[in-house]
Each structure stands twice: as structure tokens, then as C-alpha cells.
């Protein structure tokens, strides 16, 4: 059977939270998963122990090791749980950022 590395939703309306999960592809999105490997709030909020005025951040809290045991036994994450592991560092971006271009001197 087909494994996924999906979110499943949690909170309240407005202020969602969602667990990283693995699952069968086939499962509802809440349905019990196999494995919680972390949780991700999409939720910019401030550090509450730095004043410096530094900018908002998103928390992903995410067990490494498993993520990685996961796709290496080929699970297959969705397309915003890519987003999240390539954050982290365990993927390659889909869309790597792009080298800015060098100006060329055109004879003017």
C-alpha cells in the first residue's frame, strides 16, 4: 500500500495546527495515522524571549531521523509536506531558486 507524508489538521477555525503525519494514501485526513513525526503551526508569531525586533516566524517542530527513515522506505510526501521537509533540509526543492542573471554589456 501507498504511503503519504501529509498534515492533518487540527485547531480551531481561523487558527489552524497541523500534525505531520504518515499515512495510508487511502485513509481520511484525520483518520489515524501511523506516525506523527512533528507539527507545524502556519501562524507567524514573534520569539518571546528576543526584543530585538526580529521578523515573525512559522514553527515546525519535526523528528528528522524518521522523516528521513520514511522516504527512504518510499514514502511519498504531498505537495505541502515537501514544502515543509525541503525547509528543514531532508529534500530537494521542487523548484530550486533560480541564479540571477548575468547583465550582459551590449555596445551602446
Keep these: 500500500m501507498v504511503l503519504k507524508i501529509r498534515l492533518a489538521r487540527f485547531g480551531r477555525t481561523n487558527a489552524p495546527f497541523y500534525n505531520i503525519v504518515v499515512a ?11 506516525e506523527v513525526l512533528g507539527t507545524y503551526d502556519p501562524i507567524p508569531k514573534r520569539d518571546t524571549y528576543d526584543d ?7 514553527d ?3 523528528d528528522v ?8 522506505v518510499g514514502a511519498q510526501p504531498s505537495e505541502t ?3 515543509l521537509l525541503s525547509m528543514v533540509g531532508i529534500m530537494e526543492p521542487k523548484f530550486p531558486p533560480k541564479a540571477p542573471k548575468a547583465k ?5
Design 24 to 34: 495510508h494514501a487511502r485513509t481520511a485526513r484525520n483518520s489515524r495515522p501511523l
Design 81 to 83: 509536506a515537501r514544502r
Design 52 to 58: 530585538s525586533g526580529a521578523p515573525l516566524h512559522k
Design 104 to 108: 550582459t554589456a551590449e555596445g551602446k
Design 60 to 62: 515546525i517542530k519535526l
Design 65 to 72: 531521523a524518521r522523516a528521513q527513515y520514511w522516504i527512504g
